[in-house]
């Protein structure tokens, strides 16, 4: 069923005439996610993707609505019509293809290499996966030195 | 919830791959660039459930989760980053529309 639910909100994303509309289904598609991660028994990544995803980037993105201009009714009605010539086949496609999926995935035997038994996320985190978060620390840095150097060619102008 | 591993993917793996398809169908027919960056999270979200269900299914949630977190981490510097550069274009063409950037046309 929460299935169900987010390919429906995915859907509506998709089909949202006003942007605003589009990420705040984003936003509700993040929280039918998080809620299946907590039925998955993984409560921490859940409450990563809760807080960052449905808040964080949803503000980014209603942020950068802002700062651009509206779309006039004209565009609007415009975009209202296109948007079924552009997206009818969508949902059609989509029930095809996870049909088809659905009926092709065949028993495959899950027995993987044990690599890594830890059951604790924070020892995986910080002792198994030490290069990740360097590379986060890396990223961290390179997105900041991107934001402050576009912001900054935008202030001289 | 008495469900074989072979149940539980045979439940996701089509709902992620119809994720992954309304995704790539959005960045493929939006001209807007706001709306590319929506389908690119629509496409990460389902790489965040596929990886979740993933580690449930061969019982290492602990890696699944540790993954989750750095891609979530990283998919937020992508946006922050992206819409700094949408915000941009727009002071300097006007519009968000793929169609007008075009000042390295040949």
Not at chain 1, 61 to 69: D, G, L
Not at chain 2, 70 to 84: D, L, T
């Amino acid at each position: 069923m929460l299935l169900i639910i987010l390919i429906v909100t995915a859907l509506m994303v998709v089909f949202s005439s006003r942007m605003l509309i589009g990420a705040i289904s984003l936003a509700l598609t993040s929280i039918i996610i998080t809620i299946l991660m907590f039925k998955l028994n993984s409560p921490l990544a859940a409450v990563f993707e809760l807080s960052i995803c449905a808040g964080l980037i949803t503000v980014i993105f209603i942020t950068t609505i802002s700062f651009v201009k509206p779309s006039t009714e004209d565009e609007l009605i415009e975009f209202r019509k296109l948007r079924f010539k552009k997206y009818i086949y969508l949902p059609f496609l989509v029930a095809v293809a996870g049909y088809l999926v659905s009926v092709a995935i065949k028993p495959i035997s899950l027995k993987l290499p044990e690599i890594i038994q830890e059951t604790n996320v924070r020892n995986v985190l910080w002792d198994l996966r030490q290069v990740d978060l360097l590379g986060q620390a890396i990223v961290l840095l390179i997105g900041v030195f991107g934001i402050v150097v576009l912001f900054k060619e935008g202030r001289k102008k | 919830m008495n469900m074989t591993n072979m149940e539980i993917l045979k439940i996701f793996i089509p709902f992620v791959v119809m994720l992954i398809i309304i995704g790539f169908y959005y960045i493929l027919l939006t001209r807007n660039l706001i709306r590319i960056l929506l389908g690119l999270e629509i496409i990460t979200k389902a790489a965040i459930l596929s990886i979740i269900v993933a580690g449930y299914v061969t019982n290492n949630m602990a890696l699944a989760q540790s993954l989750v977190i750095v891609i979530i981490i990283i998919e937020v510097f992508v946006i922050a980053v992206a819409a700094g550069v949408i915000i941009h274009i727009y002071k300097q063409t006007g519009s968000v529309d793929v169609s007008n950037i075009r000042n390295l046309r040949g």
